[in-house]
Every structure is written in structure tokens, then in C-alpha cells.
């Protein structure tokens, strides 16, 4: 199992801060720019990692519709012709810039209601050669498990939140047991303290099965 700095290191970003924030209410995704196939996949991986977290998706989000939107493009430029998404993401003009400057292939921005869980996700992913190798299985789990909880912004850039079974990407066991340790209805829906991941630690049990 991981340690109390392991997990902390999850959730210590790039600026030394700690943050770490759950949903506070169900998933409602729809995915743009796909095909009817791999918006199923899509679905199928956020319904696996909320059953995984013991945690809701639903039709609809009584206040914003739906509240995961996930837009595939080819080049970045393609957002700002995306009718009304400037209204959504206000800071649309500017980010689309630092993303073609950065040859990004995805990014993610999270919104969070008053009391600090997560009410809303954007992810966007530019599909370049790196990301048109990914298998849409792969894919598909790897943006819900990083959609579920707000992790560090460097919580990944070492090593990834899957790994290879039989060939088959999977959820590693520990980042599994941590989802479903956050998901404990005693733990806070978000954290500032480091204290945070001594809480979590104490409250994580066998990895127990992966998701496939």
C-alpha cells in the first residue's frame, strides 16, 4: 500500500500547495468530436471508476445539464468555432493559445461549487500521433480515472495511473484504492492540509480488484 508522502506527493502540485477535491454531485459526461463507439467507451469507463469510488452518474445535472464535457479535435484552433463553449470556458481565447504553444494533446479544467467539490469538468484532447496510438480503451480509462479526483498537476508526469495486464491497460491497485479511499463519506470532499493524506492513508485497505 502507499505511504503517507506517496499520497501526498498525489496531491501537492507544482507550486508546493495541497489540494484534493471530490465530486459533490453525480456525472452526467457527453463526449464531442467521436463516433457513437467510442462515445460508449467513453461512458463505460466513467460508469467503472463511480462504481469503483461507490459514486453516481445520472441522466442530467438539475443546475448545468450535464457536467463532464469531453471535446476531441484534430488542432486546438477547432475550440473557438465550438458554438458557445467561450461561454462555458470564459478564458477559451487564451487557453487555446497556450495549448498550441505548449504542442499540448490534452488539458483539463475543473470547476467546484461553494464548498469546494468539483461541480464541473472540461477535458480537451487534440489528437496527434502520440494520442491516435493509444487504444480508445486505454484512452477512455485513463481520463475518467483522471476526472474523478482534482490530482496534482504533476501527479502523473512520472508514471502513469494504469498499467499493462496480459497487454490490457488496467487501473493500478494503489491509485484504485485511493479513489475508493477518497470516496469514503467520512473523508472531506476537499482538502488544503497535507494532514489530509494521513487521514487517507489510515483509512485505505487492500487494493482489492482493477478495473479493466
Known amino acids: 500500500m502507499m505511504d503517507h508522502d506517496t499520497i501526498a506527493a498525489l496531491f501537492t502540485r507544482s507550486d508546493d500547495t495541497y489540494l484534493c477535491a471530490r465530486w459533490g454531485r453525480p456525472l452526467v459526461p457527453v463526449i464531442f468530436g467521436v463516433e457513437d463507439e ?4 467513453m461512458k463505460g469507463a466513467f460508469e467503472a471508476v463511480c462504481l469503483l469510488a461507490n459514486h453516481q452518474m445520472a441522466e442530467t445535472d438539475p443546475e448545468l445539464g450535464v457536467n463532464v464535457m469531453m471535446f476531441f479535435c484534430r488542432d486546438w484552433d477547432e475550440l473557438t468555432a465550438v458554438r458557445d463553449l467561450d461561454r462555458l470556458v470564459p478564458e477559451l481565447g487564451p487557453l487555446v493559445t497556450r495549448l498550441i ?16 467539490a468539483i461541480r464541473a469538468c472540461f477535458i480537451f484532447l487534440r489528437m496527434d500521433d502520440q494520442l ?9 480509462l485513463s481520463q475518467a480515472v483522471q476526472s474523478i479526483v482534482l490530482w496534482s498537476d504533476v501527479a502523473f508526469n512520472d508514471s502513469s495511473p494504469l498499467a499493462l495486464v496480459d497487454g490490457k491497460a488496467v487501473l493500478r491497485p494503489d491509485i484504485a484504492a485511493v479513489i475508493r479511499g477518497l470516496y469514503d463519506p467520512v473523508m472531506p ?10 487521514r487517507l492513508a489510515a483509512r485505505m485497505g487492500p487494493a482489492g480488484e482493477v478495473i479493466q
Open 38 to 41: 467510442t462515445i460508449s467507451l
Open 132 to 140: 491516435a496510438q493509444v487504444p480508445a480503451e486505454t484512452l477512455a
Open 101 to 116: 504553444k505548449a504542442d499540448a494533446n490534452q488539458y483539463r479544467i475543473f470547476r467546484f461549487d461553494d464548498a469546494g
Open 189 to 198: 470532499a476537499v482538502a488544503h492540509d497535507a494532514s489530509h493524506a494521513l
